[in-house]
Structure formats: C-alpha cells, structure tokens
C-alpha cells in the first residue's frame, strides 16, 4: 500500500487546521452524539411493529405474531433507550455541562422513563395510523384496496413517521425528531416538522413538495394536496421567533388543494372549508367558505401556416 502524496499531507493539514478554526460544523472531543443511522433503523422497525405482516421476510401468523411483538419491541426498547441516553448526554455538553466518560446516571435515568413513555404511547399512534389509511383509501378512487394505502402511499409514510417523531418531540427530544421527519422528507418529499399537530383521518394526496410547519395545528379529516404550504408569513428576526406560533391552524374537515400557501400564526381556515389550488392565503377564512383564485384568461393562438416548400414527391 502506497504512501499519501505531498499534496495529500498538505491537504490533511489543511483540514484539520479548519476543523481547529471553526467549530460550527465539527464535533472534535465531543463524547455522546446521536446515531442518524439507528434513527432510520428504529423508523424501520417502528413500521413493522405498526403495520404486521406488511414488511416482514417471512410470513407472520396468528400463532408467531405474540412472539415477533415481543422481539421488535425489544430491540426497538434497546435501539432507543440507546439513542436517547446519548441525546440526553449530547444536550449537557450543548449547554457546556459535558461529563466525563460515561459519568452521568441521571442521564440513564432519564432515558429509562422517556424510552417508557415512547413505548406507551405506540397503541394510541397505531389507532391514528389506522384512521389515516382509512382516509387514503376513501379519499382516493384509484385505490383498489386499504394495503395498496400501506404500502405505496408517499402521504402514509409520511404521516407514520410523523406521529412516531411528535411523539419524541412532545418528549423533549428536538434531534432526534428532526432526524426521524428528515428521513421522511427524503424518502417522500413531504416536509413535516414533528412539532405539528395533526388530527386523526389525515389525508395527504400524491404529497411531493408539502411543507407543514412547527406550529402548525390541523384538525381531524382534513385533506392536502401536492405543492401545499403551511408556513410562516415571515422568519425574518430568526432566532427570535422560538416558541411562538408562526403557522396557520386548520379546523375539521378542511381540503386544501394544490400549491396553496397559507401562511401565519393566527390565520385560521374554518371547519368545512376548502382552499383551492394556488390560492395565496395570509388571513382566516370562515367555516365552510370556500378561496378561489380568479382564473387568467386564456388565450388560444391558431398554428402558424407553413413556409416550407411541399415536396415535389409528395403526392406519389
């Protein structure tokens, strides 16, 4: 095996020389840091224990399925107990109060009873997982059954990994949430910040380029389309906008059709009503109203004529 070039010595010098410089983008000496790849794997594992059968190798049966349950939910316990012992010593050395080694029991302590809480809270999110396929398959008459739901639907996706990651950020656990809807976001191209709350028989439909924002607040049976955005009016001031609401809150029964903006923390779109595609919406709309955008006229051109010279075979 060869020897590193001089101009690769000089390039590793120069690296570790700006990895010293600014540590904004490093984590030189830090002890405890959450693994993005154990965040997938229990995403992962969370969709088999949600929906049985689905995502399993091999067949799973009345007679197996007690024994599956008890071994994905011991290595989901084990997976996470593990990520949030380490979220927790991560947040010490964020606050400068970093331990030495592993010297930190109530760290330990603390990830024993949020683990516990995450593990309690899994029928209550299979129930919502549930009235949310439901809506899929409703909602959609191209759907053939509620499976096809499960497992093709962006919007399902999305929303299961969603609730999972409320349930973490409702825990105090902003990292590891962000992680969990940022591989959503990749995987589905729906952006859904796990501080939102999302009532039960949410539709999303098709899904590709949602935005649906911390402070969001959507109520039960409500249905969006492709494009939408629930948003803030502006994060202009950055900073010091944390902790207040910024986004729109939709009531019950609210459909929001395709590339609609909403924006801000007081407009309120009314139980019943329906935003329509592209509609800019800045203000609250009344329950059962409907916003429309006045259509541009259309203009039809005819075809030009042809300047070019027919072919003297043409006709034979």
Not at 64 to 70: D, F, L, M, S
Not at 226 to 255: C, F, I, Y
Request: aromatic share 6%; proline share 6%; with cysteine.
């Amino acid at each position: 095996m060869t020897s590193p070039s001089a101009p690769l010595d000089a390039l590793t010098t120069q690296l570790v020389a700006d990895y010293h410089s600014d540590d904004r983008t490093v984590h030189l000496d830090a002890i405890f840091l959450p693994s993005r790849d154990k965040c997938i794997r229990l995403v992962e594992l969370l969709r088999k224990l949600t929906f049985p059968g689905f995502f399993e190798d091999e067949r799973l049966t009345s007679g197996n399925v007690a024994a599956r349950t008890a071994d994905l939910l011991g290595q989901i316990d084990t997976l996470l107990y593990g990520q949030i012992r380490q979220t927790e010593r991560y947040l010490l050395n964020q606050k400068g109060q970093a331990h030495a080694g592993d010297d930190c029991p109530e760290c330990d302590v603390t990830a024993r009873e949020k683990t516990d809480a995450f593990l309690a809270a899994v029928p209550g999110v299979r129930k919502l997982l549930a009235t949310d396929v439901q809506a899929a398959f409703d909602g959609d008459p191209a759907a053939t059954h509620p499976d096809e739901a499960v497992f093709c639907y962006p919007g399902v996706d999305a929303i299961f990994i969603h609730r999972y990651a409320h349930q973490l950020y409702k825990l105090g656990l902003p990292l590891l949430a962000r992680i969990f809807s940022e591989y959503a976001h990749n995987e589905t191209g729906i952006d859904i910040h796990p501080g939102a709350e999302i009532g039960e028989s949410f539709f999303i439909d098709h899904g590709t380029g949602i935005v649906i924002g911390e402070t969001v607040n959507i109520g039960a049976h409500c249905k969006i389309y492709q494009g939408v955005t629930l948003g803030a009016v502006s994060t202009r001031g950055g900073q010091d906008w944390r902790g207040m609401k910024r986004h729109p809150t939709l009531e019950d029964n609210v459909t929001i059709y395709g590339n609609a903006i909403i924006l801000g923390g007081t407009t309120r779109i009314g139980a019943g009503a329906t935003v329509n595609g592209s509609a800019f919406v800045t203000t609250s709309v009344p329950a059962g109203h409907t916003v429309s955008v006045e259509q541009p006229e259309l203009k039809l051109k005819p075809p030009k004529p042809s300047r070019r010279k027919p072919r003297e075979d043409a006709g034979r």
